[in-house]
T-cell receptor, first 110, second 113 residues
Framework: GENVEQHPSTLSVQEGDSAVIKCTYS??????FPWYKQELGKGPQLIID?????GEKKDQRIAVTLNKTAKHFSLHITETQPEDSAVYFC?????????FGAGTTVTVRA | DAMVIQNPRYQVTQFGKPVTLSCSQT?????MYWYQQKSSQAPKLLFH???????NEADTPDNFQSRRPNTSFCFLDIRSPGLGDAAMYLC????????????FGPGTRLLVL
């Protein structure tokens, strides 16, 4: 099955700085890579996703890049704000199933 | 507007007392999923329904069952909850099983006393 590794496990950034989270996956057949943001006590919220036929996707302050050859993908958040503080999960889709990374706790310092 | 709704948001049960968690969706999606998420961990898939077709994950304990009486509703039944079943239970939906985004509900926090 698919194995997704996510780094770092915690990330503290100054407000206004950028945050980068990196994930690697094992199954070259995986073709869909979503990123979820989870706030305390809430369900995961999809923030951006990318499919394997695309190398980069951007939505306002959030961007995701995918390197299929190296089997890794990254989330970039620019101009971080206090409301960006949350746990972020990457995932890779293997057949019907989403395999999640272990999560990154992002803290934005004011 | 809420798209994936879970009730209750918090559930307290006693050790061994059956409990049912509810999920409904307004998206008319074909697939509904149940995940278990323990503290500081990633969500773990328990099972999913593709329309009426039930698909259990190999490592899901028999203690966990599910029902999907119609497209909109799906239930998670825990027959004899143990202390280790205390967790957040997340329902998610997707339009189809392949290549489709999963949308999560807010979750039900289960406490077992």
């Amino acid at each position: 099955g698919e194995n997704v590794e996510q780094h770092p496990s915690t990330l503290s950034v100054q407000e206004g700085d950028s945050a980068v989270i990196k994930c690697t996956y094992s199954d070259s057949a995986s073709n869909y890579f979503p990123w979820y943001k989870q706030e305390l006590g809430k369900g995961p919220q999809l923030i951006i996703d990318i499919r394997s036929n695309v190398g980069e996707k951007k939505d306002q302050r959030i961007a995701v890049t995918l390197n299929k050859t190296a089997k890794h993908f990254s989330l970039h958040i620019t101009e971080t704000q206090p409301e960006d503080s949350a746990v972020y999960f990457c995932a890779a889709r293997d057949d019907y199933k989403l395999s999640f990374g272990a999560g990154t706790t992002v803290t934005v310092r004011a | 507007d809420a798209m994936v709704i879970q009730n209750p948001r918090y559930q307290v049960t006693q050790f061994g007392k059956p409990v049912t968690l509810s999920c409904s969706q307004t998206l008319n999606h074909n697939v509904m999923y149940w995940y278990q998420q323990k503290s500081s961990q990633a969500p773990k898939l328990l099972f999913h329904y593709y329309d009426k077709d039930f698909n259990n994950e190999a490592d899901t304990p028999d203690n966990f069952q599910s029902r999907r009486p119609n497209t909109s509703f799906c239930f998670l039944d825990i027959r004899s909850p143990g202390l280790g079943d205390a967790a957040m239970y997340l329902c998610a939906t997707s339009r189809d099983r392949w290549g489709e985004t999963q949308y999560f509900g807010p979750g039900t926090r289960l406490l077992v006393l």
